[in-house]
């Protein structure tokens, strides 16, 4: 089946709590490689898994009307936790924006698993929210759920060094409860943890199948841009710099360290990136 190609190349805005959604803005480029791409790594505030829902819904408020203020087409949020707790509220503010969230793949996962048993890493914020005990309600009759709250873990890996001993140590942690439990599959219910997949795989052995949703995040994104009129707003907004081969630069913006998403682009990234300060007051 051939894909059906992207009439009208849009700009997209993306944002997470710090890192972790760069994993989805990876699987966003390979889809969408003609259309612009804005990220948010809001480290300056991260990790949000462990913050109150007020925070996450504030901080999730001040990021989406940043990138609202670059005139994107759709908003991507590629945080299970921002989606969990802050999704609905940012709907609501911007009826008009089509808005892409993230959630555990429960049901790819439940799908998959040959004993019924499946295992979820996910954050503190993400694990308490309706929106989140609703869904495992929903997959509760036909396979037995081991929720596992990860603290600390997307904190280290926002360290930068995903082989730390800090890292290791926090995986091993959250993966000995699911090996007792003898789950066969597990949900990668944030998108810090696609990072430390390596990692969690070496805890579980090498028979429990990792689920990650950054492929069918970036497929719902190209969807609801295709079904998107075209605007035809080239003429009505700058267009974002392009590198040296003419494609264009995917920009990058912290309320962190610059230096630092800057580093971590070149290792975990295989695309340009221009990286900027999110602007103040943030
Ligand atoms: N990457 C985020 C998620 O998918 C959150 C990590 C955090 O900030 O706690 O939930």
């Not at 819904?57 to 670059?70: K, P, T």
């Amino acid at each position: 089946m051939t894909r059906p190609t992207c009439p009208h190349p849009a700009r997209f805005g993306v944002f997470d709590s710090g890192l972790g959604g760069l994993s989805v803005l990876k699987a966003l480029r390979q889809r969408l490689p003609a259309s612009e791409l804005i990220y948010v790594a809001d480290s300056g505030h991260a990790p949000y898994g462990e913050r109150s829902d007020a925070f996450i819904q504030q901080r999730s408020e001040v990021v989406a009307r940043f990138l609202v203020e670059q005139q994107i087409d759709v908003l991507v949020i590629a945080c299970n936790t921002a989606t969990a707790v802050a999704a609905q509220s940012l709907r609501a503010q911007w009826p008009d924006l089509p808005v892409v969230g993230v959630e555990p793949g429960l049901k790819p996962a439940v799908a998959q698993s040959a004993q019924g048993r499946v295992g979820v890493l996910a954050t503190e914020g993400t694990l308490r929210s309706e929106k989140f005990q609703r869904l495992a309600a929903s997959f509760a009759d036909q396979a037995t759920l081991v929720l596992q709250a990860c603290p600390g873990l997307a904190g280290a890996i926002e360290a930068g060094d995903v082989d730390a001993l800090a890292v290791r140590e926090r995986v091993e942690a959250c993966c000995a409860p699911l090996r007792q439990q003898q789950v066969d599959t597990v949900v990668l219910g944030c998108t810090h943890y696609p990072f430390v997949a390596h990692h969690i795989q070496a805890a579980l052995g090498s028979d429990v199948t990792l689920i990650d949703t950054a492929e069918a995040v970036a497929r719902q994104a190209e969807r609801l841009h295709l079904a998107m009129p075209a605007k035809g707003h080239s003429s009505s907004r700058s267009s974002n710099a392009r590198t040296p081969s003419g494609a264009l630069a995917v920009q990058l913006y912290t309320s962190g360290s610059v230096t630092g998403l800057r580093d971590i682009a070149n290792r975990w990234l295989d695309f340009d990136c221009e990286v900027s300060m999110l602007p103040m007051p943030r």
